[in-house]
């Protein structure tokens, strides 16, 4: 069963600290997306990745960044955690060709 | 960029009714039209999908409909069940790659 993996499920974190999340995808897939959810707003796109030593910006990359040494692996850095960051991140893989994304569960970060 | 509008927000249905939920999008080079299902504690799935070459698709009690003309498509659910209870997602895909999330419908199917 193909599958993205994201380290934590809940974290709790305090203001001012940097924060890493962690996702593997076991597809082999090029692309790989992070997005952050929050009630009434969906999902909104903070940064993706094509493929290997790759990046984009997405829709909210302000106080975020990321990093794509392999390509199975996608982190997102919160390079100084702040209050309104506090939120529910999902991580999402597919192939180049691919239209159909794989979420993983999700880590719910509570930055206190 | 892409912008999708998803109607209602939260809708309640008892078991066996249907349920409609609708979405509109902003860019007329989108040509695929993804729905995607979040159960509690989990990820978003996708349930089905449309091309912009047809109409609708079903698939046994889901099917999804897309106008073009008006910009619009509709998720339906038919014969509701207690695990179609979620938030659906609806999402565009625009001129870029990457796709554009409705805020989501959150459904509960009562018993």
């Known amino acids: 069963d193909v599958k993205v993996t994201q380290s934590s499920r809940y974290l709790v974190k305090r203001t001012g600290e940097k924060v890493f999340l962690e996702c593997v995808q076991d597809m082999d897939h090029e692309n790989m997306f992070w997005y952050r959810q929050d009630p009434g707003l969906g999902l909104r796109l903070i940064y993706f990745s094509y493929d290997v030593k790759m990046k984009e910006k997405g829709d909210i990359p302000e106080g975020y960044s990321v990093s794509r040494e392999k390509k199975e692996r996608f982190s997102l850095i919160l390079e100084s955690a702040s209050t309104n960051q506090t939120s529910m991140y999902l991580c999402a893989s597919r192939t180049t060709l691919g239209l159909g994304y794989t979420f993983g569960s999700g880590t719910r970060l509570t930055v206190v | 960029g892409e912008n999708v509008e998803q109607h209602p927000s939260t809708l309640s249905v008892q078991e066996g009714d249907s349920a409609v939920i609708k979405c509109t999008y902003s860019?007329?080079?989108?040509?695929?039209f993804p729905w995607y299902k979040q159960e509690l504690g989990k990820g978003p799935q996708l349930i089905i999908d449309?091309?912009?070459?047809?109409g609708e698709k079903k698939d046994q009690r889901i099917a999804v409909t897309l106008n073009k003309t008006a910009k619009h498509f509709s998720l339906h659910i038919t014969e509701t069940q207690p695990e179609d209870s979620a938030v659906y997602f609806c999402v565009g895909t625009g001129t870029a790659s990457k796709l554009t999330f409705g805020t989501g419908t959150r459904l509960q199917v009562t018993l």
């Open positions: 449309i091309r912009s070459n047809v």
């Open positions: 860019d007329s080079a989108s040509n695929y």
